[in-house]
């Protein structure tokens, strides 16, 4: 293994003089619109300064997830956006939707007991984001879908509880994220 020669006092200069004209140069590339190439700014829409999450409604048999959900909405919308969320009386949109379905879908089978070994939670949604000043709907999806899996069985013995918050987590990301500009 040979040792390491320090820099020389030109390369470590001319290193130096060189970097502001890289940053110059790649900086060159950055548009100021998302629809023009890469943009240096916020993905998402910059006319919006707060975004009202009422709860989602759950036509689903299983309780509670709209709760859940909406929690995870919460967090999202305030770690990854630059949106405030506030009531929908003094909100400029709203991102409002419903759970269309939670499924349980038994992926394995023990073969001693005929119980699940692993199962799956499949959390399926609607939802639009409305601007609430013109009424206009900037963004919506249908069939939105989220997936967790657990093993309910011996010896790990997951809960659902745990399937659920990795599904409610993963789809509040997904939603939040169909609420960047369009490239």
Known sequence: MTPLRPISRPALLAVLLAAPCLAACILQGCAASPDAGYAPSSPYPTRYRSVALPIFRNQSYLRNFE??????????????????????VSAD???????????????????????????????????????????????????????????PSYPAREPLELARFVAVEQLARELVSAMQSKW
């Not at 709760?67 to 929908?88: G, I, N, R």
């Not at 001693?112 to 939670?121: C, D, I, K, P, S």
């Not at 009424?135 to 899996?149: H, K, Y």
Request: charged share 30%.
């Open 67 to 88: 709760f859940d959900l909406a929690q995870a909405l919460v967090k999202e919308v305030e770690l990854s956006t630059p949106y405030k969320v506030s009531s929908e």
């Open 93 to 151: 949109t709203v991102l409002r939707g419903t759970i269309t379905a939670i499924d349980l879908v038994e992926r394995s089978k023990d073969p001693r007991t005929g119980l699940a070994n692993e199962m799956m939670v499949r959390v399926r949604v609607d939802f639009e984001w409305v601007d609430l000043r013109s009424g206009e709907r900037i963004v919506g999806r249908e069939g939105v879908e989220s997936v967790a899996l657990f093993v």
